[in-house]
C-alpha cells in the first residue's frame, strides 16, 4: 500500500537535492496504483486474475480472452513497488529529522484517520456486518495473522497492517545495519525471506508440510518478516541516496531481473520468492530512475499527468477501489444489460468459462475506474490531507512541519 506520499515529507527531499527527479517517487506509485487497479478490473471480471497451475507450471487451459489480458495479472508486482517506495520515503524522512516522536506520529496521521474511515465505511456497508473479532483485528491492524481475517472486509487492508508492523520494526532495522552495515543486513533479510517462503514448500512438497503446520507457516508468511527484505530495499536505496554518489542497485541488469521475476509467475519454485524478486526489480527501476540512467522524461505528457495525479491520490485510490469497484461493476453490468434487453443480462452474468461477452466485461470494468478516481480525489481532499494537517499541528515546527 501506499501510505507515503506528502509532498512535505521526502518529496520535498528529493526535490531540494536532485532538481527534476522530484516525480520520482510519485510516477513510481502512480505506476503501482494503475497496475493494481487493472489487475483487480481483471479479478473482478473473470472472478480470477492468473492461471492456475498444473504440477510445477502454469497451465494454460483457459479462456482465451483471458490469455489475452494475462499481462494485466502482473498488476501484483504494484504492491512490491508500493513496498519499496514506502521503504525509500520512510527512510529518507526519519534520517531528516532523527526524531521517534515525529516519525511515529507522522506515521499515524498519515495512515490512520484516512483508514479508519473507510474501515467504518465498509463494514456498516457489508452484508452481513463483519464479526466482532474481525472488526478489533482490523481495528488494531492485526488482521494479517489469521486467514479468517486476512481478506475481509477490504481486500487490500492486508497490505497495511503488515506496513505498519514493518514501521514498527524500522528501528530494528537501523540497529542491525548500525552493528552489520547495509549490506550485510540486506543479505541476512533476503535470507530471512527467501527462508519464510520457500521452507514451509519444501517441507510440503517432501511429505514434512506438518512439521511447521499450516497455522505457524502463515504467520510467518504474512508477518511482517515476510516482506521486511522486500520493503527494506526501498530504505538501503534512500540511504545510498541521501550519501551521493552512485546509488545502490543501480546498476544491476534489468534486462535480467526482469524477465526471472515474469518467469517466477510461471515456475512454481520461483513463485514462493515471487514478491522479492518483484521488488528487487522496482529497487532497481528507483535507483536508476534516481541516478539518472532511466528518464521519465520521454513519456508523452497526458500519461506524465496521469501517473502524477495517481501517485498523489494512490493511498486514497488504494483503500477505497476495490470494495466500489465491485458495487459498481455488478450496477454498470445491470443497467447495460437491462438497457439492451433481460436476455442480454442473462448471458452477462454467465460464468467466465461459458460467456461470450468477457471482452465488454473488462470494458465495464475499466468504464468503473473514472468513477473510482472521482471519489479518490474527494477522500484525499476531505480526509486524507486533513488527517495529515492535524498531525503537523501536534508536533513542533520542524523543518519538516512547514
Request: glycine share 8%; charged share 15%.
Amino acid at each position: 500500500m501506499p501510505p507515503e506520499q506528502e509532498p512535505s515529507e521526502a518529496s520535498q527531499i528529493i526535490r531540494k537535492g536532485s532538481g527534476a527527479r522530484v516525480e520520482v517517487v510519485d510516477y513510481m506509485r502512480g505506476v503501482a496504483i494503475v497496475s493494481v487497479l487493472l489487475l483487480h478490473t481483471l479479478l473482478v471480471t473473470y472472478h480470477k486474475d492468473e492461471l492456475s497451475w498444473k504440477g510445477m507450471f502454469r497451465s494454460f487451459n483457459a479462456e482465451f480472452s483471458f490469455l489475452c489480458f494475462l499481462p494485466l495479472g502482473f498488476g501484483v508486482a504494484g504492491v512490491s513497488l508500493f513496498f519499496v517506495v514506502s521503504g525509500f520515503c520512510i527512510h529518507v524522512s526519519h534520517q531528516a529529522s532523527k526524531s521517534w516522536k515525529v516519525f511515529f506520529n507522522r506515521r499515524f496521521f498519515r495512515i490512520y484517520p484516512l483508514y479508519l474511515t473507510t474501515l467504518i465505511l465498509f463494514s456498516f456497508f457489508m452484508a452481513p456486518f463483519p464479526s466482532r473479532y474481525q472488526f478489533l483485528t482490523h481495528l488494531f491492524l492485526v488482521h494479517n495473522y489469521s486467514p479468517n481475517t486476512f481478506r475481509t472486509i477490504d481486500g487490500p487492508f492486508w497490505t497495511l497492517a503488515i506496513e505498519v508492523q514493518l514501521y514498527l520494526i524500522y528501528p530494528a532495522l537501523l540497529c542491525l545495519c548500525y552493528r552489520l552495515g547495509w549490506k550485510r543486513t540486506m543479505l541476512l533479510l533476503a535470507g530471512l525471506e527467501i527462508a519464510i517462503r520457500t521452507i514451509p514448500w519444501i517441507l510440503d512438497v517432501a511429505g514434512y508440510g506438518h512439521f511447521l503446520g499450516y497455522r505457524l507457516s502463515w504467520i510467518l508468511q504474512f508477518s511482517p518478516l515476510g516482506f521486511w527484505c522486500s520493503w527494506s530495499l526501498g530504505a538501503y536505496i534512500a540511504e545510498g541516496f541521501l550519501k551521493g554518489g552512485t546509488i545502490p542497485l543501480s546498476k544491476a541488469s534489468l534486462y535480467i531481473w526482469i524477465p526471472v521475476a515474469i518467469g517466477s509467475e510461471f515456475f512454481l519454485p520461483l513463485f514462493t520468492c515471487q514478491f522479492l524478486l518483484f521488488s528487487f526489480v522496482a529497487a532497481i527501476l528507483l535507483a536508476k530512475m534516481l541516478q539518472g540512467s532511466i528518464s521519465i522524461q520521454l513519456m508523452p505528457n497526458v500519461i506524465k499527468r496521469l501517473l502524477r495525479t495517481s501517485g498523489e491520490w494512490s493511498y486514497s485510490l488504494y483503500l477505497l477501489h476495490y470494495p466500489v469497484m465491485v458495487y459498481l461493476f455488478s450496477a454498470y453490468t445491470a443497467l447495460i444489460g437491462w438497457c439492451i434487453g433481460p436476455e442480454f443480462y442473462d448471458k452477462l452474468l454467465n460464468p467466465p468459462s461459458t460467456n461470450h461477452y468477457n471482452v465488454l466485461r473488462v470494458g465495464i470494468g475499466l468504464l468503473v475506474l473514472p468513477v473510482i478516481y472521482g471519489i479518490s480525489a474527494f477522500f484525499y481532499r476531505f480526509v486524507e490531507r486533513p488527517g495529515i494537517a492535524f498531525g503537523k499541528k501536534l508536533l513542533p515546527k520542524t523543518k519538516l512541519t512547514t
